[in-house]
């Protein structure tokens, strides 16, 4: 199955504010939360929270990577739970503490602003993304328990990121992969974004598929389960492979002109794409990322 709406993905765990924008929340005596989407969303977290727990609050909030649309609402939500403890890895830590992160990511929060029309969401008011205070650092093997059934273990998968967190829980077999595994978009075209060492990306993954899968909970655009999740997978492979033969190819044509490759992949992986899609200057980022990181492999194969 593939799950592309809010609410119970299994028992204890949900989905909240938007499948483009999760949060997901994995209930029990000690309610963790994972990922805090857009600053715009916080508003739609928050009540989503509310009808979820009651009067109880999430104790622990998770971070996957330090990017703008995981990190957006941390500041809004812990306003609001105060005794919420924010975990992000030790690098995630020392990149939040950097005053021009912060600035790159309030910019790249009002820049998707509008994007809440596109999702049929309504903001009651707008919101301008803030720093916030780091509870906890996690790395490879942490292990954080929601109840006495649950627990949810931290696994560090760079590539995407050189921070990047992804959390398991092996009682259901489910795992958050935020953006390791690929965003689908909506045509089924899966795009893996590999914006800093392509060899640890292939790793993070491998790392991954390995394990024992019911679920996955994608960072954006959904969760696959059971007979989904192995065609799911073996298609974020497939297209990650494609999308690195292309650019190989479009950097021997272009003789390595990274703005020309850029062009040439926006126009057949962006342009056409419907919306709502990644935000554009979002993704001009990334793709520069994602294109001088295969120009490096490539650079790196030649010299070795
Ligand atoms: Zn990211």
């Given at each position: 199955m593939i799950i592309f709406e809010?609410?119970?993905?299994?028992?204890n765990i949900y989905m909240l504010?938007?499948?483009?924008?999760p949060m997901y929340l994995v209930d029990g005596q000690q309610p963790i939360v994972i990922d805090t989407g857009f600053t715009f969303m916080t508003d739609i977290y928050l009540k989503d929270l509310k009808q979820t727990l009651g009067n109880r609050r999430p104790a622990y909030c998770l971070i996957t990577h330090a990017h703008f649309d995981h990190c957006g609402s941390t500041a809004g939500l812990k306003k609001h739970f105060p005794d919420m403890q924010v975990a992000v890895s030790e690098l995630a830590r020392t990149i939040l503490l950097r005053p021009s992160v912060i600035k790159t990511i309030r910019n790249l929060n009002q820049s998707v602003g509008s994007m809440c029309h596109d999702l049929g969401i309504q903001v009651p008011n707008p919101r301008v993304f803030e720093p916030f205070d780091i509870d906890i650092t996690l790395c490879e093997g942490d292990v954080l328990r929601p109840s006495d059934q649950l627990s949810i273990q931290a696994l560090e998968t760079p590539?995407?990121?050189?921070?990047m967190l992804t959390f398991y829980l092996p009682e259901q077999r489910m795992l958050f992969a935020s953006e390791v595994l690929g965003i689908p978009d909506a045509t089924g075209y899966i795009e893996v974004s590999c914006l800093v060492d392509y060899d640890q990306h292939v790793a993070s993954m491998k790392k991954l598929v390995d394990l024992d899968i019911d679920f996955i909970c994608l960072g954006h655009r959904g969760v696959y389960t059971g007979l989904d999740v192995a065609p799911y997978v073996e298609k974020a492979m497939g297209d990650f492979n494609d999308f690195y033969k292309t650019v190989c190819r479009f950097l021997a044509e272009e003789n390595g002109d990274i703005n020309r490759v850029m062009q040439r992949v926006r126009e057949y992986e962006y342009d056409p794409k419907p919306k709502p899609r990644h935000p554009e200057l979002a993704y001009l980022l990334n793709l520069e990322a994602r294109v001088k990181v295969i120009a490096k492999k490539i650079y790196n194969s030649a010299h070795e």
């Open positions: 809010t609410g119970k993905i299994s028992e504010g938007h499948p483009v924008s590539g995407h990121t050189w921070d």
